[in-house]
């Protein structure tokens, strides 16, 4: 992997990981446009990309970050129920290896255009239902379970995981500027438990390591750089994602995933296989 694609890659993750469009999609897409297979991507890169976009939701959140740890710890309770369905699946998803399956290069573009169809209708979906309602509920079990079954099939490549959440608090009813803040602070058990565990496991199996021997400068370099561009990309799409929220626009990004859907699935049988 080259410095370039580094860059790429780290603006890429940082900007579709707040914004309904999926980063694991997006990540497998680019990867395999630029011909990039897991081996070729140093472990402790991908683990810094998304330490990037974990500072990105702290700078923007940080009172509230502080408040999860105020009593009456009602915010942090709701924060612990919404993340147990993602942890399941994507111990389950881990365990399965099935990541290595859906996006196997034979299948990643039939595999990529489903998901991005999938979560295009959602978010269309979401915005009509919305325009035809008010809601007004806060945050409770009723509006914090469904965002955190939504959150599970994120695990998912071409699935958004803040599509999924905000969509499925705003069905459940849910007031937008409450499930702007929830679905972003979701993120935050999200990455820093990956992040914990693959760099666990990383170090323990000497892969990080033997990526830094094998790498050089040019890893030291792109993770650097990488590290950088996804956190202020992820800054940049967190702030543009609460403007829309509390519009619920989001038929833009429902056709930009239906392109998106178009050119994986015309790449898989003409540059993928």
């Known amino acids: 992997m080259e410095i370039?694609?580094?860059v790429i890659l780290?603006?890429?993750?940082?900007?579709?990981?707040?914004?309904?469009?999926?980063?694991?999609?997006?990540?497998?897409?680019?990867?395999?446009?630029f011909g990039i297979s897991e081996q070729d991507i140093a472990l402790f890169f991908t683990i810094i990309l998304h330490l990037g976009t974990l500072v990105a939701v702290c700078v923007v959140f940080w009172r509230d970050i502080i408040a999860l740890f105020r009593k009456p710890f009602k915010t942090f309770g709701f924060l612990?129920?919404?993340?147990?369905?993602?942890?399941?699946?994507g111990l389950l998803f881990e365990i399965l290896h099935l990541d290595e399956v859906l996006l196997k290069r034979s299948n990643m573009g039939l595999v990529l255009s489903v998901f991005f169809l999938v979560t295009a209708t959602v978010l269309f979906v979401t915005e009509m239902v919305v325009k035809r309602r008010q809601n007004t509920l806060p945050l409770c079990f009723r509006t914090v379970i469904p965002m955190g079954v939504a959150q599970a099939f994120a695990v998912?490549?071409?699935?958004?995981?803040?599509?999924?959440?905000?969509c499925a608090g705003t069905l459940a009813g849910c007031k937008s500027e409450d499930v702007a803040k929830f679905s972003f602070m979701m993120s935050i058990p999200v990455i820093l438990g990956s992040f914990i565990i693959e760099l666990g496991m990383g170090l323990y199996k000497g892969e990080i390591q033997q990526s830094f021997t094998d790498g050089g400068a040019t890893l030291g370099w792109s993770v650097a750089l990488g590290f950088l561009v996804s956190a202020v990309a992820g800054l940049f799409a967190?702030?543009?994602m609460l403007k829309v929220i509390k519009k619920a626009n989001y038929k833009w990004f429902s056709l930009y995933l239906v392109c998106m859907a178009i050119v994986c699935f015309v790449l898989h049988f003409t540059y993928f296989n």
């Open 80 to 89: 612990v129920l919404a993340s147990v369905p993602a942890a399941i699946t």
């Open 10 to 33: 780290g603006f890429v993750q940082g900007l579709t990981e707040f914004l309904p469009v999926s980063s694991s999609g997006h990540i497998a897409f680019f990867q395999g446009v």
């Open 238 to 240: 967190i702030k543009v």
């Open 4 to 6: 370039w694609q580094a």
């Open 156 to 166: 998912l490549p071409g699935i958004s995981r803040s599509g999924s959440t905000i």
